[in-house]
């Protein structure tokens, strides 16, 4: 079993910054930053492979977010900076318990196994 706390989320006003963290017990696996603001559906945000470290990033967050992992402390971050009004959501972060049998990592939400309990983002015009 696999437990993930998130931390770091926040009230910020816009064109600021903030860092997620994600720290997870058991293995090492492909982990996905997730956001649902009200009436919205769990939308993907950015993710890292469990192993080489290459990144997803949604549209969105593309040049604004950078997801990065310490394995030796079994952390992922969220960087995210130039934050925007449309960013305010809860925050998620979730692992992929059939990450060793993926090439590419999933960005559906139905196909991680593991969730945090999320960190409310806020962002402030």
């Known amino acids: 079993q696999v437990q993930l706390v998130e931390s770091g989320g926040g009230l910020v006003q816009a064109g600021g910054s903030l860092r997620l963290s994600c720290a997870a017990s058991?293995?090492?696996?492909?982990m996905g930053w997730f956001r649902q603001a009200p009436g919205k559906e769990r939308e993907f945000v950015a993710g890292?492979?469990?192993?080489?470290?290459?990144?997803y990033y949604a549209d969105s967050v593309k040049g604004r977010f950078t997801v990065s992992r310490d394995n030796a402390k079994n952390t992922v971050y969220l960087q995210m900076n130039s934050l925007k009004p449309e960013d305010t959501a809860v925050y998620y972060c979730a692992a992929d318990r059939r990450s060793f049998s993926r090439v590419l990592l999933t960005t559906t939400p139905d196909e991680y196994d593991y969730w945090g309990q999320g960190t409310q983002v806020t962002v402030s015009s």
């Open positions: 058991g293995r090492t696996y492909n």
């Open positions: 890292i492979m469990w192993t080489g470290g290459r990144t």
